[in-house]
């Protein structure tokens, strides 16, 4: 079953030099995958990942996800569906230096007044699924970049959303705390059954995706689905992309 539809999007920027940074793209994610977005640098990746997340409209075209209409979403429906159907992971974590781990894991649980008993029940679940149980009482400078991640990861899973959404989550990382993080995302995925659409540059963090859609001049290049073997998984993306072009 798709949980997501994008069907033919364009959006174009400028108005008397007309730039179509995403040209009439096409495509569906069913429940349980974990897509990675490819690309070179400007093919319309972070477009399409705004747009997708309702941050940006696109020009033309319609996105649903589970079948409802939300390029429509107005005002409290439109925070309402953020908050509740969409987790988000960013590149520099987005946490708050002020709140502990735990706080700012149940941060979207407190936005929405959420009783306290459910809440710390709800994180114990979670921070215990992501392997952080035991920093929840530290500060955001007292933990790894990879732990301060897996915490962010956390924070947009407290919701149950319907799709997992990220951008460079590992842009921030060395390369171990890269792995640990992509490993979460896998487990997370394999055993909890996340849908996850992540942007990457790194053939490596995307080899742990089971699809890949390659983006070019805001259209869909070409798509490849994991097999077996995640290192043969990682040279096949790694020969698309040499065919792509570009600086990814
Ligand atoms: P990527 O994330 O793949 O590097 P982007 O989605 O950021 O690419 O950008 C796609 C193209 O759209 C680029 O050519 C970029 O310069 C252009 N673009 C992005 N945002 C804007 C904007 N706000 N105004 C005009 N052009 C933009
Ligand atoms: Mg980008």
């Avoid at 995958?33 to 696109?58: C, H, R």
């Amino acid at each position: 079953m798709d949980i997501l539809n994008v069907n033919n999007i364009s959006k174009v920027y400028g108005k008397s030099i007309m730039f179509n940074a995403l040209d009439n793209l096409s495509f569906n994610v069913e429940e349980g995958e974990f897509i990675g977005i490819m690309g070179p640098s400007g093919s319309g990746k972070t477009t399409l990942l705004n747009v997708v997340s309702t941050v940006d409209k696109p020009t033309v075209g319609e996105i649903k996800l589970n079948g409802k209409d939300i390029l429509h979403l107005k005002g409290d429906e439109l925070a309402l569906f953020r908050r509740r159907k969409l987790g988000f992971v960013f590149q520099d974590f987005n946490l708050i230096d002020t709140l502990t781990i735990g706080e700012n894991i149940v941060l979207p649980l407190t936005l929405d007044k959420v009783e306290e008993k459910e809440q710390d029940k709800r994180l114990i679940e979670i921070a215990t699924i992501l392997g952080i149980g035991d920093l929840l009482n530290k500060r955001t400078y007292e933990v790894s970049g990879g732990q301060a991640q897996r915490a962010s990861i956390a924070r947009a899973l407290i919701n149950k959303p319907s799709i997992l959404l990220a951008d460079e989550p590992t842009g921030n990382l060395d390369s171990k705390s890269a792995k640990d993080v992509m490993e979460t995302f896998e487990k997370i995925n394999r055993e909890n059954k996340v849908t996850t659409m992540m942007v990457t540059h790194d053939p490596l963090v995307a080899s742990y995706c089971n699809r890949i859609l390659f983006i070019k001049d805001g259209s869909i290049y070409n798509e490849i689905y994991k097999g077996e073997d995640r290192a043969q998984f990682y040279q096949e993306i790694i020969d698309v992309l040499a065919l792509l072009g570009g600086r990814n």
